[in-house]
């Protein structure tokens, strides 16, 4: 397969491109449903090339190299692995390159990951020649160590930050001025192209790639900057990850978002429009060379297909597929003369009934010919349903297989749907703090005993800490309305990572609770999820199956699971509009609750991480960790929504 420059180089001069990223599902039912979604977006929008993303101290390395590898050798597109080179087994890094080679993929985006641990904090059960970090600090480490290793075969790209990196610690001092340096040396340690951290102030990119295209070293006059943009899918998602990665949003793109934040169809068609004006913007920027666009597409394809399609970013194919006829030999029927030769060309309409048709010599008039297929018709396929344009308007969510190919329009979260493309982390990123451990210790300190981690959470719940391991926003307005509730289980040491109130058809306008178009109405079952002392949890369990309005789900570290019913399927969350089918986003079952199972016990471990291991916090977090189960708890009743409480208080 080629590298993305060489890709890049054979375009015409002028010529505008785009990439796509995507990351490994968490579920194998995601995990397969993306490769339908990848197959289609690949034929209808052909990008010039596509990254996957790999998981923070390699926890998504099998699944990403699993997607590379579909990517690569199934559909045949230029893909870049993602790989970062901190926090993990050394191993790791080489096990990952062999295998990218093995593969035939010769992209390498080259980072970092999260900051690396010093040895005071290094896990106790790692050798020291087994830690990365002993190699690997910062992202040029990775890009010499494979060029030294590899030579030229793979094509090298590096992460670059328009807004300046934030380092966490002192995130007052974002300013791409300050990273410079490090990128100027990341290039000529053999940095092959750059790609930049998502944005929305189009200005501060246009001042950035100057700062870089005019830069006294010279290294960047020529190498291709492909700015990262990410559609706008929802409200919540676009402020939670501005938030993560530190990148502003102006304030004329909040002003047209927040004039229609309540109903989430119109922040989508706004977010096309935001997003096709910084396209078109860029694309108009003398430059050099050609403009190439990358879209953190979050697994989702109905935005970025409308942003492609608007901005005329798809390469259209040598024959035009929206107007193919398809030619046929003509049957014994034909004479010499022609008088009776039959139309060696057709129509793509014709034979695409929904239904198939009996071969009769002799069609009849009657009110079955729609049924019917006359002989010089039979075998002739139903048209070129597989078309670009046919595709596409697939990708948007037009007829029945847009509705199918879109099912994940809501994007979801922690609770939506394991069967989505999308289930999973809205980075692909894997378990992690999502902040420094400078930050870390300032907003959790050293909890010496079990009742410090319950004021952790009871500081959350009463909106005196911002974040907690299991959440880095503050309590929802919905939340809150709780938050009575959730702190009275807290004084019992159950400990709340995720709930919600019942709600009996409340407009989908509502501030505090609606989603959705405007002209309908929303619903939900309570239900909360709590860690829960091992001990407490063998007396709750005989209650929570004895109790005909309850389902759970309990799982703990070692891997034991619990569940009123493991085949239950559990819409909590579900709304009905004018003109549409019922939409659920928020389910809850056995093969969502257990993956998340798994991510709560790993940044249970995360943060124990930032202690030093045979320290007394470290110590406290790893035995709690060991301990508790988490439990998720549903109430079937959401009109009667506060029995849940009165139930868990009892």
């Known amino acids: 397969m080629e590298k993305i420059t060489d890709k890049i180089h054979a375009l015409p001069e002028g010529a505008n491109y785009f990439s796509l990223e995507f990351f490994p599902p968490k579920t194998a039912m995601g995990f397969a449903n993306l490769q339908t979604r990848l197959e289609r977006m690949a034929q209808a929008l052909r990008p010039l090339f596509v990254t996957v993303t790999w998981g923070a101290g390699g926890s998504t390395a099998t699944k990403s190299l699993e997607l590379a590898e579909i990517c690569q050798r199934q559909l045949g597109l230029t893909t870049c692995l993602h790989l970062t ?18 593969l035939g993929l010769r992209n390498i985006l080259a980072l970092r990951g ?17 830690d990365s970090n002993k190699d690997f600090t910062w992202a040029i480490d990775l890009v010499k160590y494979i060029r030294k290793q590899y030579g030229d075969y793979f094509c090298i790209g590096v992460a670059a930050y328009p807004e300046g990196h934030s380092d966490e610690s002192h995130p007052e001092h974002q300013d791409p001025k300050i990273d410079l340096p490090f990128l100027v040396e990341k290039v000529k340690a053999g940095a092959d ?8 102030d189009v200005q501060a990119y246009d001042k950035f790639e100057r700062l870089l295209r ?15 943009l990410m559609p706008i899918q929802s409200y919540q998602i676009l402020r939670r990850t501005t938030k993560l990665s530190h990148a502003s949003l102006p304030e004329d793109i909040l002003a047209r978002l927040d004039a229609v934040m309540g109903d989430d169809e119109l922040v989508k068609q706004v977010g096309v429009k935001i997003l096709s004006e910084i396209v078109e913007h860029i694309k108009k920027q003398p430059g050099r060379g050609r403009r190439g666009f990358h879209f953190y597409t979050l697994n989702l394809e109905k935005a970025v297909s409308h942003i492609l399609e608007d901005c005329h970013l798809i390469p259209q194919t040598l024959v035009d597929d929206e107007a193919i006829a398809i030619e046929f030999t003509p049957n014994s029927l034909s004479s010499q003369n022609g008088a009776h030769s039959i139309e060696r060309r057709r129509l793509s309409s014709v034979n695409s009934g929904p239904h198939n048709r009996i071969i009769v010599s002799h069609p009849s008039k009657s009110s079955h010919s729609n049924y019917e297929a006359p002989e010089n018709e039979a075998g ?72 410090d981690i319950s004021t952790i959470f009871r500081k959350h719940i009463s909106g005196e800490l911002e974040a907690i391991p299991w959440s880095e926003q503050g309590l929802s307005a919905e939340t809150s309305t709780i938050s009575k509730e959730l702190l009275a289980l807290n004084s019992k040491g159950w400990w709340s990572v995720a709930s919600q109130p019942a709600v009996n058809g409340v407009p989908s306008t509502d501030p505090v609770f609606g989603w959705g178009p405007k002209n309908g109405f929303v619903f939900q079952k309570p239900f909360i999820e709590l860690f829960i002392p091992a001990s407490d949890f063998r007396k709750l369990k005989p209650r929570l199956d004895a109790h005909d309005q309850i389902t759970y789900f309990a799982g703990n570290a070692a891997g034991d699971f619990e569940a009123s019913d493991e085949e239950g399927v559990n819409p909590v969350t579900w709304g009905t509009f004018a003109g549409k089918e019922i939409i659920t986003p928020t389910i809850i079952e056995a093969v969502s609750f257990r993956s998340w199972v798994e991510e709560a016990y790993s940044i249970w471990r995360e943060w124990q991480r930032i202690y030093p291991p045979r320290g007394p916090t470290s110590k406290l ?28 208080m009892g």
Request: charged share 25%.
């Open 193 to 200: 192209f750059i790609m930049t951290q998502l944005f929305f």
């Open 621 to 648: 977090l790893g035995s709690i960790r060991e301990d508790v189960w988490l439990v998720n708890v549903i109430w079937g009743d959401f009109v009667e929504g506060a029995g849940l409480w009165e139930f868990l």
């Open 114 to 130: 999260d900051a690396p641990r010093s040895d005071e904090y290094r896990d106790e059960n790692q050798v020291l020649e087994e």
């Open 85 to 102: 080179c901190t926090n993990m087994s050394r191993s790791l890094v080489d096990e990952a390159l062999e295998q990218a080679k093995v």
């Open 380 to 451: 002739i396929p139903n048209g070129p349903i597989n078309t670009r344009a046919n595709t596409l308007a697939i990708s948007e969510g037009e007829g029945s297989l847009g509705r199918e190919a879109t099912w994940d329009d809501f994007p979801n979260g922690r609770w939506g749907d394991a069967r989505s493309p999308a289930f999973g982390e809205i980075d692909g990123y894997g378990p992690t703090l999502h902040v420094s451990t400078a930050q870390a210790l300032k907003l959790w300190g050293h909890p010496m005993e079990t009742a």
């Open 214 to 228: 005019e830069h006294e070293s010279g290294v960047f006059k020529t190498i291709p900057i492909i700015p990262g």
